[in-house]
């Protein structure tokens, strides 16, 4: 089984930075995609960013230019480093990735961290 294990989760204030990591593990072959989504209060889940593997890097609009994702590929690790944070970016931000596995394709999610942006 695939997991998932996020960290780097907390409060900061607005125009801080903030850098989450996604560290992914089990019986992995291959890594075809890592992101990160995230569920605002009274919001639907959203893309933040998404790097697919021999692809272009994927951004939200509401996040370009302020946040940038990044990949270890021998740690099977993603990150999400935040700048310029601004109170809408409060949320719940979930870890994803899919890959294959040796004998099977697979979809995984991060249990989930909470990002608070408040004065």
């Known amino acids: 089984q695939v997991q998932l294990v996020e960290s780097g989760g907390g409060w900061v204030q607005p125009g801080g930075s903030l850098k989450l990591s996604c560290a992914a593990s089990?019986?992995?072959?291959?890594?075809?995609?890592m992101g990160w989504y995230r569920r605002a209060p009274g919001k639907q889940r959203e893309l933040v960013a998404d790097?697919?593997?021999?692809?272009?890097?994927n951004y939200a609009d509401s996040v370009k230019g302020r946040f940038t994702i990044s990949t270890d590929n021998a740690k099977n690790t993603v990150y999400l480093q935040m700048n310029s944070m601004k109170p809408e970016d409060t949320a719940v931000y979930y870890c994803?990735?899919?890959?294959?596995?040796?004998?099977?394709?697979?979809?995984?999610w991060g249990r989930g961290t909470l990002v608070t942006v408040s004065s």
């Open positions: 994803h990735a899919a890959g294959s596995s040796p004998f099977n394709v697979f979809v995984a």
């Open positions: 790097m697919p593997t021999g692809s272009n890097t």
């Open positions: 089990g019986s992995i072959s291959s890594i075809y995609q």
